[in-house]
């Protein structure tokens, strides 16, 4: 006899089943009528769900994983059905607890509309420090195609060292993260991706971050270097800890013994996040940072960077604030190493030699040489 799990939820979005269940969704988050209910075929790769909407799918892309590897017999994947059901899905409650329709009626706008209605995107209409209409602009006049020729370029850094690993879902993992940003000669600033293939983390499917142990960490983010070019500088923080200045000094030997130009970041651990956030925030709110949305790989990417910074909520008496299991801030602390350091640092464009010619000969010297 096949086994069967049943089980219910409530829709939030930084929840892991709502990767499960993104598929019935609409843009606006809820429901899809024409999906509700629908059957789906998946199997669980490397701790990955992959799904499909029959079984002759993996037979086509994955025989491997419904192949039984012994005898070479078919082996059918699992289904998987999502069901939205509300209160209005159950009349015989309706009808002994009428009352309890009105309190869900009267919650706060998200509450009622997560609660009541099944909006998985519903959220508290908290007051956000950064908004990506801000380095969008209005109209998305501030979204360009191309870093201007001549600007200084950074790659700047967040790093960790802990691996990822399905077996023991350890999702509380920091991640390695790194962001582009340039400015040009007029004082404005430019977001960008531009990540290498390496630099990609396969769970959470986004390019710009990963999870991985120091040696490959390291080695991704030389691959990044090679691929952002040597007059990239590369800005990695030092971490607080006894052995930050190690780690960090061992990094800067291998970048510059590549040829890259490597700096210690501007900020410091000591200080708050918003601290070091606030100055790239200002610059965002005067209109002085635009972003390449066109160098981020995927609409998944180019979210992840925007979500992890409208995340940010500091408590606005304390400025104090902590990421979690699902709310991360890897990738602000990158917007604020990057801006900090083109911002502040003293660069010197030294000039192109060989775009002079030599002067020619002059007749003194021809009669010299010729003595």
């Known amino acids: 006899m096949n086994s069967v799990c049943v089980a219910s939820c409530n829709p939030v979005k930084d929840s892991w089943v709502f990767d499960l269940v993104s598929w019935y969704l609409d843009d606006e988050g809820f429901v899809d009528k024409e999906k509700n209910g629908k059957i789906r075929y998946y199997v669980v790769n490397e701790g990955q769900f992959i799904f499909a909407d029959d079984e002759e799918w993996f037979k086509e892309n994955m025989p491997d994983s419904v192949t039984n590897s012994l005898t070479g017999e078919y082996i059918p994947p699992k289904r998987f059905c999502f069901v939205q059901l509300t209160i209005f899905s159950n009349p015989v409650l309706l009808q002994k607890n009428p009352r309890y329709l009105s309190e869900l009626q009267n919650l706060p706008p998200h509450e009622r509309d997560a609660q009541l209605y099944g909006n998985w995107f519903a959220k508290a209409d908290k007051p956000a420090y950064f908004d990506r209409t801000m380095v969008q602009g209005k109209y998305g006049e501030r979204i360009v195609d191309s870093v201007p020729l001549g600007a200084t370029r950074v790659r700047a850094w967040d790093k960790a060292a802990t691996e990822f690993i399905p077996k023991i879902n350890n999702t509380d993992a920091d991640f390695t993260a790194c962001i582009g940003m340039?400015?040009?000669?007029?004082?404005?600033?430019?977001?960008?991706?531009?990540?290498?293939?390496?630099?990609?983390?396969?769970?959470?499917?986004v390019y710009g971050k990963?999870?991985?142990?120091?040696?490959?960490r390291d080695q991704i983010m030389l691959e990044q270097a090679n691929y952002d070019?040597?007059?990239?500088?590369?800005?990695?923080?030092?971490?607080?800890?006894?052995?930050?200045?190690?780690?960090?000094?061992?990094?800067?030997?291998?970048?510059?013994?590549?040829?890259f130009k490597v700096k210690p970041s501007k900020n410091t651990q000591n200080q708050s996040k918003w601290t070091r956030f606030e100055p790239f925030l200002c610059a965002c709110q005067a209109g002085l940072v635009h972003i390449v949305e066109?160098?981020?790989?995927?609409?998944?990417?180019?979210?992840?960077?925007?979500?992890?910074?409208?995340?940010?909520?500091?408590d606005p008496k304390t400025g104090?604030?902590?990421?979690?299991?699902?709310?991360?801030?890897?990738?602000?602390?990158?917007?604020?190493?990057?801006?900090?350091?083109?911002?502040?640092?003293?660069?010197?464009?030294?000039?192109?030699?060989?775009?002079?010619?030599?002067?020619?000969?002059?007749?003194?010297a021809i009669a010299l040489a010729d003595m």
């Open 320 to 364: 104090k604030w902590r990421s979690g299991r699902h709310v991360k801030d890897d990738v602000l602390d990158c917007c604020s190493d990057a801006f900090a350091f083109l911002s502040t640092e003293k660069i010197y464009q030294v000039p192109n030699l060989g775009a002079f010619a030599s002067p020619p000969p002059t007749t003194k």
């Open 294 to 314: 066109s160098t981020f790989p995927d609409k998944r990417t180019l979210e992840m960077f925007y979500a992890e910074l409208e995340a940010f909520n500091p």
């Open 229 to 259: 070019g040597k007059e990239t500088y590369v800005v990695i923080a030092k971490d607080a800890a006894a052995d930050g200045k190690t780690v960090y000094e061992q990094l800067a030997r291998n970048f510059l013994a590549a040829g």
């Open 210 to 216: 990963f999870r991985k142990n120091s040696a490959q």
């Open 182 to 205: 340039a400015k040009d000669k007029l004082g404005n600033y430019y977001i960008y991706g531009d990540f290498c293939k390496e630099n990609y983390d396969p769970h959470e499917k």
